[in-house]
């Protein structure tokens, strides 16, 4: 698939079936899908599968995939034409392909006879309106007992007008007794190019090389050197000031990371299977030409060789894969923690591009929209024109923003839009450190979030079962993760160190007893002790049946209402400071910008402790425990 670019590929028989969200199969394994993402610009999803079929859509065309064994009886056949006939008609779409091997013989489709699986098929074709797609009589199975066309493809008419350039590729070697069936599905927006580089629209160093030294000395230069007067004068210049120095500094202490599209040979491949596979391929192709017109001798010499040649490769091949596998078991006793472990749970995987980029655009808009539904606009500056700044009490310390930035935390984790990871932000100078520390406190002074701080990198990670049926309509099951720039996740700690603060020292605004989740010293085991011994205490006072209800809010922290924390800050009497940079945090529109690799979009996901603000009033009136977006009620007898 890769050497040829092909982007989807019907597979029947195959070996196995990998466990992979590429790879849709029919319930007894015998036909199957295979999707490559770097072939094709969009996603495919399952729609059924049946005992001898798989159907998956891609854009607006159903595909099928079907496998019916030669040794199936007469009543079987038909079984399997039923099975494939529900398929079409529950699909209710008039661009069907299905491309199988039927194990049938007809003229319809270039064999010499036709026998009685070949008389149903054909019915079976005219009274679903398919058409056949074959083109001329090569054959698409090579056996010694003889040569037939077993593998068919069928199309729709709608479907038909689609494909182009239908054809047995009778040179490449398989290793098989099947021959590749190529062909084209034009969707009208022509063949896509082959990317030579997959191009990141923003900058993407390799960290692991990251030159600590080489970055300080930079840094301190262009603190040296500092602002230039037009990036003195906003807010907004400021904070782009600081994300490009940080990108100069990374350019000169980091080498970029290559985003090319290098192809990943087999475990197993070396020169020498190379060189074999080369000249079997030779041997097919000479074969294949004398058997148009030369004398029969040097036809069968030739078939001879190309057996030999087949037959080596084979081999070749099957040794490499025993070495392969010998050469692993003795690397379990070397390093236990290796290859084999990431094997065993199964942590090789092939990256493969996520939603956002396969998903239609109309698709994705909806789907976004239900996990980031849009707030009531507000526009916070007209609540705050009367505001004063307290500079002893409330401005920034450069302690307080060291603690912020190099906070112990995973240097691994992905980086935001701006791609600076943890790894470079910790490893900062002082100098660095206390301009950013000026930043924070004009942003503190000016009651105001920068936008570009807001913005993430949003990442879908899809939940539940990949090979379950799909709906066309249905929206997919997705985990949001927004990914933001270290500098501005620096500056929600210092918020929220702030919030929490404040109510430590004011007993009127701490949160409920009640809440355990993102609470210090408290987990969920905590809670699930405080449910069994209220049941425990329960029983032993009262009798009778004890009753429990969970509750969980869906969506919890996308989907928290604006004014209701702005209204819970409000009601706990939080600094006018604190509210100001809130109030700004949660009032820019959000939008979403579409790259082709990865889409930004404002993130406005509230930290915990807004949430557990928000929340702390209905935790308060009824005895619940409460981890975060999760609840218990109070669990009370029933008589």
């Not at 105001?448 to 066309?472: H, S, Y």
């Not at 009824?622 to 109070?634: A, P, Q, R, T």
């Amino acid at each position: 698939m890769i050497e040829k670019d092909v982007g989807i590929c019907a597979v029947a028989e195959p070996r196995r079936a990998l466990d992979s969200p590429q790879w849709y199969t029919s319930k007894n394994e015998r036909a199957a899908w295979l999707s490559r993402q770097d072939g094709i610009h969009g996603r495919c999803s399952l729609i059924t599968r049946g005992e001898y079929s798989v159907a998956m859509r891609y854009k607006d065309i159903h595909l099928i995939s079907c496998y019916i064994s030669p040794n199936l009886r007469i009543s079987k056949y038909l079984e399997a034409l039923d099975e494939l006939e529900d398929i079409i008609r529950a699909s209710n779409k008039k661009r069907i392909i299905i491309c199988g091997d039927f194990n049938a013989k007809s003229p319809l489709w270039g064999s010499r006879i036709l026998d009685r699986r070949g008389s149903y098929l054909e019915d079976w074709a005219a009274g679903n309106g398919l058409q056949v797609v074959n083109v001329g009589n090569t054959p698409t199975c090579v056996r010694p007992q003889g040569r037939s066309i077993p593998d068919i493809t069928w199309a729709t008419p709608e479907a038909l007008t689609l494909i182009k350039d239908w054809r047995v590729d009778t040179e490449h070697e398989t290793l098989s007794d099947h021959r590749y069936i190529e062909f084209n599905v034009n969707l009208g927006r022509g063949r896509p190019s082959k990317p030579t580089r997959r191009i990141e629209p923003y900058p993407k160093w390799n960290l692991k090389k990251l030159d600590v030294n080489m970055l300080h000395m930079a840094l301190e230069w262009a603190c040296a050197v500092g602002r230039t007067e037009t990036e003195q004068i906003s807010l907004r210049d400021r904070q782009r000031w600081l994300r490009r120095i940080m990108r100069e500094s990374c350019d000169s202490a980091v080498p970029r990371h290559r985003s090319g599209t290098r192809r990943k040979q087999a475990y197993w491949w070396s020169e020498k299977i190379a060189a074999s596979r080369k000249d079997c391929i030779r041997q097919k192709r000479l074969w294949n030409r004398s058997a148009k017109g030369q004398d029969e001798e040097t036809r069968q010499r030739r078939e001879r060789n190309y057996k030999r040649a087949r037959k080596d490769l084979r081999r070749q091949i099957k040794a490499a894969k025993a070495k392969a596998w010998q050469e692993l078991i003795e690397d379990v006793n070397r390093d236990p923690w290796g290859l084999s472990y990431l094997i065993v749970l199964k942590k090789l995987r092939r990256s493969s591009p996520g939603l956002t980029e396969t998903m239609d655009e109309g698709k994705l808009n909806e789907l976004l929209d239900s996990l980031f539904p849009r707030g009531v606009e507000h526009d916070p500056s007209a609540d705050w024109v009367n505001s004063e700044w307290n500079e002893e009490e409330w401005g920034i310390e450069y302690g307080e923003v060291e603690k912020a930035i190099k906070k112990r935390r995973s240097n691994n984790k992905a980086p935001g839009p701006d791609r600076i990871g943890a790894r470079v932000i910790k490893s900062i100078p002082v100098e660095m450190i206390i301009q950013i520390g000026e930043c924070f406190a004009m942003c503190m002074r000016n009651g105001e979030f920068p936008a570009d701080w807001k913005r993430a990198k949003l990442v879908l990670i899809p939940k539940g079962d990949q090979q379950k049926e799909e709906k066309e309509d249905e929206l997919p099951k997705v985990r949001p993760i927004c990914l933001l720039d270290e500098i501005g996740k620096a500056f929600k700690r210092i918020i929220d160190n702030r919030i929490k603060g404040w109510m430590s020292r004011h007993p009127e605004a701490q949160l409920s007893k009640h809440q355990y989740g993102f609470m210090e010293g408290r987990s969920t085991s905590d809670a699930l002790i405080k449910v069994q011994n209220t049941v425990i205490e329960t029983q032993r006072k009262k009798g009778g049946l004890t009753l429990a209800v969970s509750l969980d809010v869906a969506n919890a922290f996308n989907s928290l209402p604006w004014p209701t924390i702005r209204e819970a800050m409000r009601r706990k009497g939080f600094p006018d400071y604190i509210r100001r940079i809130i109030d700004n945090y949660l009032s820019i529109h959000p939008r979403v910008v579409f790259t082709r690799f990865f889409m930004r979009r404002s993130s406005y996901r509230a930290r915990p402790s807004l949430y557990l603000l928000s929340d702390n009033q209905l935790t308060q009136i009824i005895d619940m425990c409460g981890i975060c977006n999760d609840f218990s009620l109070s669990i009370f007898r029933l008589d």
